[in-house]
């Protein structure tokens, strides 16, 4: 089983609509999470942090459940600039550093 | 502004020849990493740094070698002995929580090897 599991998509979705994208993983002492947008052959750019309580910024919104070990987020009135990948980044301590990224979701938007 | 700068952007090589790639970041971050990204998948750690003068291998580490011989610099060398080189190497930096803060990026550096 991998550490970090996204479901690959790709997801097409016309403009306007929600998009939601999961993210499972493995390693129940992990501290922090993040999810990543990364452009068509560009570096991965932070989208939001992850936080227990759940947390917005505009039309994203992020939650963990540490009991299922499950992220999630929630993109609301899809642009046709969110078309990207999105990386699941889960940060763990135990045995030593340990940053692991799922090989992340594409969604393409369409007009 | 602050920020992470690798180069080049681009990078051709003949195979058997080692190449070293530059990061530097303005940060003040202690932390520095190398990814290296294949097509259509996910990111793999190569090396990491905590610290000046100190790192460790990631997942990856064979035929590749680095340096931390100054905070703002994490140069990489791929090595002829690296089976498969060409990819898209990704460099990072984290602050001052370290392994709990989000990565920063570089824009990266393709490297072709023929």
Known sequence: RKEVEQDPGPFNVPEGATVAFNCTYSNSASQSFFWYRQDCRKE???????????????????????????????????????????????????????????????????? | DGGITQSPKYLFRKEGQNVTLSCEQNLNHDAMYWYRQDPGQGLRLIYYSQIVNDFQKGDIAEGYSVSREKKESFPLTVTSAQKNPTAFYLCASSGADGPLSPLHFGNGTRLTVT
């Open chain 1, 44 to 111: 991965p750019k932070l989208l939001m942090s992850v936080y227990s309580s759940g947390n917005e910024d505009g039309r994203f919104t992020a939650q963990l459940n540490r009991a299922s070990q499950y992220i999630s987020l929630l993109i609301r009135d899809s642009k046709l600039s969110d078309s990207a990948t999105y990386l699941c980044v889960v940060n763990g301590l135990a045995g030593g550093f340990k940053t692991i990224f799922g090989a992340g979701t594409r969604l393409f938007v369409k007009a």
